[in-house]
């Protein structure tokens, strides 16, 4: 059974940096496709970015340029790193794999000043 554990969500300032993790078990996510969503309040989930099960990577174009993807297959994790954050970035954070799979319980993230 695969489980997904996300962490690293916090308060931070506009313009700060975080860097999300997403731990997995029942999975390895070397050469696995994985994926990170976010959902706003209010707001339905949207995929913030991808990586396939090479090392091709995909943004979703309000984040291109401030997020990177990455994968430690010794730790069987996948970070999001996420530079220069704005308030629009709020949301709580889930990774999942691709085929979707069971949500995790998402890390909150919440850029205020």
């Known amino acids: 059974q695969v489980h997904l554990v996300e962490s690293g969500g916090g308060l931070v300032q506009p313009g700060g940096s975080l860097r999300l993790s997403c731990t997995a078990s029942?999975?390895?996510?070397?050469?696995?496709?994985m994926v990170w969503y976010r959902q706003a309040p209010g707001k339905q989930r949207e995929l913030v970015a991808s990586i396939t099960s090479g090392t091709d990577t995909y943004y979703y174009d309000l984040v291109k340029g401030r997020f990177t993807f990455s994968r430690d297959n010794a730790k069987n994790t996948v970070y999001l790193q996420m530079n220069d954050l704005k308030p629009e970035d709020t949301a709580v954070y889930y990774c999942n794999t691709c085929p979707q799979g069971a949500w995790g319980q998402g890390t909150q993230v919440t850029v205020s000043s």
């Open positions: 029942g999975v390895i996510v070397r050469g696995q496709a």
